[in-house]
Nanobody
Framework: QVQLVESGGGSVQAGGSLRLSCAASGRTFSIYAMGWFRQAPGKGREFAAGISSLGFTRSYQNSVKGRFTISRDNAKGTVYLQMNNLEPEDTAVYYC????????????????WGQGTQVTVSS
């Protein structure tokens, strides 16, 4: 069982930056692929970024490439999402997710989810 707790959301103006954090419970954090998903008002949940268990592989949704960076600290059991040059279209609830299978996580079906943190970008 893995419990995920996000933090770092908030409100920012367009062009600004935020860093989201996701702390995972348990001693086996380093075996899980981790990811960030987001759900904008009135839309479905979508994959934003993912990172493999040891951090060697990272993937991003096209709309965030070059602006968002996912990273992890296995010693701290934490995954991060650095978001730069934010746009109003990035406004969403951001969810942390975990799965043993990186492909399954990317496909949108991770086993574990956090509760979400709100990010609001104003123009």
């Amino acid at each position: 069982q893995v419990q995920l707790v996000e933090s770092g959301g908030g409100s920012v103006q367009a062009g600004g930056s935020l860093r989201l954090s996701c702390a995972a419970s348990g001693r086996t954090f380093s075996i899980y692929a981790m990811g960030w998903f987001r759900q904008a008002p009135g839309k479905g949940r979508e994959f934003a970024a993912g990172i493999s268990s040891l951090g060697f592989t990272r993937s991003y949704q096209n709309s965030v490439k070059g602006r968002f960076t996912i990273s992890r600290d296995n010693a701290k059991g934490t995954v991060y999402l650095q978001m730069n040059n934010l746009e109003p279209e990035d406004t969403a609830v951001y969810y942390c997710a975990a799965d043993l299978d990186f492909d399954q996580l990317e496909a949108g079906s991770p086993r574990y989810w956090g509760q979400g943190t709100q990010v609001t970008v104003s123009s």
